[in-house]
Structure formats: structure tokens, C-alpha cells
């Protein structure tokens, strides 16, 4: 820049390298030091060492990235992990509770709902927050709010069962 283009500007000073970023994660305090531009996913798979959540189209048209952050389903691909400082995530490994698997996980095995199974933590955590959402009560609407979650295999019968057996098994519950 020349004089002449630096006039009336204020100094700038540059971004900083790395970002201290507190995270709950799976109802665990982590404290990473990123980059700014890490996304959620990234900090997940590379700096916890959290890889259930899967990296699959990077654009988020997938869902394989799928997490919960303070109960919410979110593509953890699009989103920073500057952006989630103090919040609640939960992965895949975070849903089993003392030694026993999430009525989600259980229900996916019951029911044969993956084949390659690299979109099923994705579909699980997806799940997870549809059925805490509370809007499904059909299978046609099971599938319209997981239409976020593309199985290249095509095991969307099974899935759908399922998150219905989940659904009952944990209304059960209630």
C-alpha cells in the first residue's frame, strides 16, 4: 500500500493464530486452543480425537456431521468452534450412559438401519434431537425432519423403524 491508501485508516492488527475455545463435550470441560477458522468438526475429530462424527461433503448436504450442541442438531461442518465457546455438545460416543447404549444406538442395531455405516452416528445424533424436538409422530415425518441425513446406502426403511422403536422406547421411559 502507498502512503496515499493509508490515509484516514486506523492500524490493523492481524487475527490471531490460535483461539482459547471451552467446550462441553460428551458432559466433559475441554479446553482447545484453535485456529479462528476450525469448525466444530475439525476440533471434534483432530484435536479430541472424537471421530464417530464423520467428515462427508464439507458443505453440510450430508448430515454426516451431524452433532447436538445444547440439545439442537447442528452440521457441525458449517460451524466454528469459536462460534460454540461455553456450549454443550454431544457426539455419538457421548449419548451411551453407563455402559449401556442410547435407546437410539440399541434400536439401530435391532433393526439392521446401516449398511456402510458411515453416515449412522450422523443419523443417530440427528435422531436424537428429532425425537427431543417432538414434532415426529409419523414415519412420514420422521423421514421429512431427517431428510438432513443422506444414506448413500439406502437404509432409510430400517432407520425410520428404528427411530420409531426409540421413540417408544423412550416415551416408555417418561
Not at 21 to 50: E, I, K, Y
Not at 75 to 97: F, P, Q, R
Not at 113 to 139: D, H, M
Request: hydrophobic fraction near 40%; charged fraction near 20%.
Amino acid at each position: 500500500m502507498t502512503q496515499a491508501n493509508t490515509v484516514g485508516r486506523a492500524p490493523t492488527s492481524p487475527a490471531p493464530t490460535k483461539i482459547l475455545v471451552a467446550l462441553d463435550v460428551n458432559g466433559r470441560q475441554r479446553q482447545l486452543t484453535v485456529a479462528p477458522w476450525t469448525t466444530l468438526l475439525d476440533a471434534l475429530r483432530d484435536h479430541l480425537d472424537l471421530t464417530g462424527t464423520k467428515k462427508g461433503c464439507d458443505h453440510g448436504q450430508c448430515g454426516a456431521c451431524t452433532v447436538l450442541v445444547d440439545g439442537r442438531r447442528i452440521n457441525s461442518c458449517l460451524t466454528l468452534a469459536v462460534m460454540k465457546d461455553g456450549a454443550k455438545i454431544t457426539t455419538v460416543e457421548g449419548l451411551a450412559t453407563e455402559g449401556a447404549l442410547h435407546p437410539l444406538q440399541q434400536a439401530f442395531i435391532d433393526h439392521d438401519a446401516f449398511q456402510c455405516g458411515y453416515c449412522t452416528p450422523g443419523q443417530i445424533c440427528s435422531a436424537a434431537g428429532l425425537i427431543a424436538e417432538g414434532k415426529a409422530k409419523s414415519a412420514d415425518e420422521i423421514r421429512e425432519l431427517m431428510s438432513g441425513n443422506i444414506c448413500r446406502c439406502g437404509a432409510y426403511p430400517n432407520i425410520v423403524a428404528a427411530i420409531q422403536q426409540a421413540m417408544g422406547t423412550m416415551a416408555g421411559r417418561s
